[in-house]
């Protein structure tokens, strides 16, 4: 029999409902080639949310989620939500989401399209070839830690790491690493801050259990400028939630658009797939939003998540396929395009690829 699937599906704000849109579909079309089914359950969260229940994470998503083999959002926030306060926000729905789901592991692969290596603003004999992990800690640290507050004349918040929150990041990382290149760096602020300084022994002490893979460290000022000047020179990069969150978006630079790139924040119950990308109000509705980042998430599911790694091969060789015969989205329009394409033009091309898999 086949095997059959439950996705909960968060589409959001902005953007997020039109890359969904697309990531279902090539989902679809990798259901049929591969003999999977899935079925989708839709939840409110972000600013739709706040304007139709009132608070940004309803339970009913929450529960949904903790009940499905895995989670595909969008994104969530604009300008109309802005000002409210911040439980209302619909950013903080997301940190509560995955506070409540613990998915403490986010995986950010940054990567270059050989056919878009031209695309970023650094030379290609810099990022070509670019194949680097990020490994960021994304239910602790300073987004979460407490005491936090903004008073009259003073705001703060608190980084704070527990032993054991660094202990399983550091394992994802090294785990991770030993599939690949074998070399972690792990970046912090060690020279000013004790949070840092705690993080590298903890390092230091898991990298005892894996004497095959190189262990190095890094502050993040370093990071940023060592990411621009020779990003070849890093595998998987371990990092804190707040410093990966801004490393991982100027790494993605590296690959011209931050509208490519896939994540996954995995957990022990149940795993998020997102791009990585916000919810580009600028943007939306106009069908010119890249969806190639929430379809590539939605490989990165199949692949750690629903465990078919073939259909995750057939959807990043379809993507890479449509890159090369030069189809564009307007983000990466000056890059090569024989073709502009429409977000919608964008998924069905890779699904047709998709669905026609089984045929080649
Ligand atoms: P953003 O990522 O939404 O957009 C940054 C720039 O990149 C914009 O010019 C946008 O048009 C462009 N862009 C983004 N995704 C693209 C795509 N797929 N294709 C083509 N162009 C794309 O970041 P921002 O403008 O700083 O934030 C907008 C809103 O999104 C804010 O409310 C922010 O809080 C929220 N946000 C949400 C998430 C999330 O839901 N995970 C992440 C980041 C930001």
Redesign the pocket.
């Known amino acids: 029999m086949s095997k059959r699937y439950k996705v909960a599906v968060i589409k959001?704000d902005?953007?997020?409902p039109e890359?969904i849109e697309e990531a279902k579909k090539v989902l679809d079309a990798a259901a049929y080639s591969f003999r999977f089914t899935i079925d989708y359950y839709d939840y409110l969260m972000?600013g739709v949310a706040v304007d139709r229940v009132g608070v940004p994470l309803p339970d009913e998503t929450l529960c949904g989620c903790l009940d499905a083999d895995a989670i595909l959002?969008?994104?969530?926030?604009?300008?109309k939500w802005?000002s409210l306060e911040h439980n209302f926000r619909?950013?903080h729905g997301?940190l509560k989401l995955r506070k409540s789901l613990d998915v403490f592991a986010n995986l950010r692969p940054i990567f270059v399209y050989n056919e878009l290596a031209d695309a970023s603003t650094l030379k290609t004999e810099v990022i070509s070839g670019v194949d680097i992990m990020v490994v960021r800690e994304l239910t602790g640290g300073i987004y979460f830690g407490e005491p936090r507050a903004k008073e009259e004349d003073k705001a703060y918040n608190t980084m704070i790491y527990s032993r054991e929150e660094i202990h399983r990041i550091a394992k994802i990382a090294f785990e991770t690493a030993l599939k690949r290149k074998k070399k972690v760096c792990s970046v912090d602020k060690a020279n000013v801050l004790e949070v840092s300084r705690f993080w590298r022994e903890e390092v230091i002490r898991v990298a005892q259990e894996y004497p095959d893979v190189a262990l190095t460290h890094m502050y993040v000022d370093n990071a940023a400028m060592q990411l621009i000047k020779n990003p070849k020179q890093f595998d998987v990069i371990l990092t804190g939630n707040l410093f990966g969150d801004i490393l991982s978006d100027e790494a993605s630079m590296l690959c011209g658009?931050?509208?490519l790139l896939p994540s996954a924040s995995i957990g022990h119950k149940v795993s998020l797939y997102?791009?990585?990308?916000?919810?580009?109000?600028?943007?939306a509705k106009q069908g010119?939003?890249?969806?190639i980042?929430?379809i590539a998430s939605a490989s990165m599911m199949l692949r750690y998540s629903l465990q078919q790694e073939e259909a995750a091969n057939a959807i990043d060789k379809a993507i890479n396929k449509v890159l090369k015969d030069g189809y564009r989205?307007?983000?990466i329009a000056s890059f090569g395009a024989k073709s502009l394409c429409t977000t919608d033009d964008m998924g069905t091309l890779i699904a047709n690829i998709v669905s026609r898999h089984e045929k080649e």
């Open positions: 959001g902005g953007v997020g890359v972000g959002f969008g994104a969530v926030g604009g300008g802005d619909p950013e997301l658009s931050i509208g997102e791009p990585i990308h916000g919810s580009a109000p600028d943007i010119i939003v890249n969806p980042a929430a989205t307007r983000d």
